[in-house]
């Protein structure tokens, strides 16, 4: 299915949302959808294709839900919007979120000085920052423009950098204005397979690509994200032929970081997968319950799948920088041969990449 860009079929909008600007240009973008003002989120229709602006009540800036008990990169998040209407089977937000509606938080100036207090109130720590956490980055690019003034508030940010993570092809707004290069944007990456089948909604493998090629050339910094790698037959040959069209798009100087991750869940989405998704084959694959009660591929399959990716992405290119999105040391030393040890080293490294 070709990808297409949402539109509500209904505008809900809370009372102390209705005056921001952020509402006005929502609303006459979709100026044929009707909207209803309400005081209490509950009466709302609990449908996927609703869209919900209200005000972000509690702080935007958080940080990411990693484990203490595998290294993570020390990443924060923002959350500006909250759901996706992609539609990826294993997505997370499915059972994670109470709703199945995308909610835009419309008080941007609010988060605007919320991250100025922080950067000011402490220089000496670097914050590396991404919206992509309870969203797709840019899916609602088209009718919130909040890409564009995310990347113009960081150009000039010298302890603090963005990454927009993405599987869509809504570029358009940042590519010719002032990124300072302080904005990283990122693919999420999957076989071609795996695209069709598990997330048909999205852009192809080359529209993603070529995208990030437009983003790369107009000086942006690239991340690429092999998260979730499925394992299934002919794996190999197929990632190995998207590392290929990978290079063919774009130059490894570009890359900032690589990062894998093999396919995990928490357990309750299993049965709103095989619901919502009853042709995806992914919850029949050899998963166990991690110590962090997700549903993870049993060990000798995420080191043979990181392994081989990091062996052929270091072929492209031994500068890569290449990294497990929450892995155990031990995966991390007997797929790269190297470990960073644990979490801090990790987030240095990363923050060392962009400074
Ligand atoms: S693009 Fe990301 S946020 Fe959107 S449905 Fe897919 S996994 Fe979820």
Redesign the pocket.
């Known amino acids: 299915m070709p990808y297409k860009l949402f539109t509500p079929d209904h505008i809900y909008i809370t009372s102390d949302a209705i005056d921001y600007p952020v509402t006005k240009q929502i609303l006459s973008t979709f100026h044929n959808v009707k909207y209803t003002c309400v005081d209490d989120e509950n009466s709302i229709d609990r449908s996927y294709t609703v869209l919900l602006l209200t005000k972000q009540r509690a702080d935007f800036y958080k940080n990411c839900p990693g484990t203490k008990k595998y290294i993570c990169c020390g990443y924060q998040i923002l959350n500006l919007i909250n759901n996706?209407e992609?539609?990826?089977t294993?997505?997370?937000?499915q059972g994670y979120l109470d709703e199945p509606y995308i909610t835009v938080f419309v008080n941007i100036d609010d988060l605007f000085q919320e991250l100025s207090v922080l950067f000011n109130g402490d220089k000496n720590r670097y914050f590396r920052i991404g919206t992509?956490e309870l969203?797709?980055s840019l899916?609602t690019d088209h009718f919130t423009g909040y890409a564009r003034m995310l990347v113009e508030f960081f150009s000039d940010k010298r302890n603090a950098m963005l990454e927009l993570k993405t599987?869509t092809t809504q570029i358009d707004n940042i590519l010719n204005i002032r990124h300072g290069g302080r904005t990283v944007v990122s693919w999420?990456l999957n076989t071609p397979r795996m695209i069709a089948s598990e997330?048909s909604n999205?852009p192809t493998l080359d529209e993603r690509l070529l995208a990030a090629k437009r983003c790369q050339d107009a000086g942006y910094r690239i991340g690429l994200h092999f998260d979730p790698m499925i394992y299934y037959p002919n794996w190999e040959a197929e990632y190995k032929e998207v590392i290929d069209r990978v290079f063919e798009f774009l130059e490894p100087g570009h890359i900032i970081w690589i990062s894998l991750g093999a396919l995990r869940y928490p357990p309750y989405l299993e049965d709103i997968i095989r619901e919502r998704h009853p042709n995806s084959k992914i919850t029949y694959g050899e998963l166990v319950t991690g110590i962090d009660n997700k549903m993870r591929y049993v060990k000798t399959i995420r080191i043979e799948m990181f392994r081989k990716m990091y062996q052929w992405l270091k072929k492209k290119d031994p500068n890569l920088f290449i990294y497990c999105c929450m892995e155990h040391s031990d995966v991390w030393k007997r797929s790269f041969g190297w470990t960073p040890g644990n979490s801090l080293t990790l987030k240095n490294m990363m923050d060392e990449l962009i400074q």
């Open positions: 996706c992609i539609g990826c294993y997505c997370i937000l992509g969203a797709d899916s599987k999420s997330e999205a």
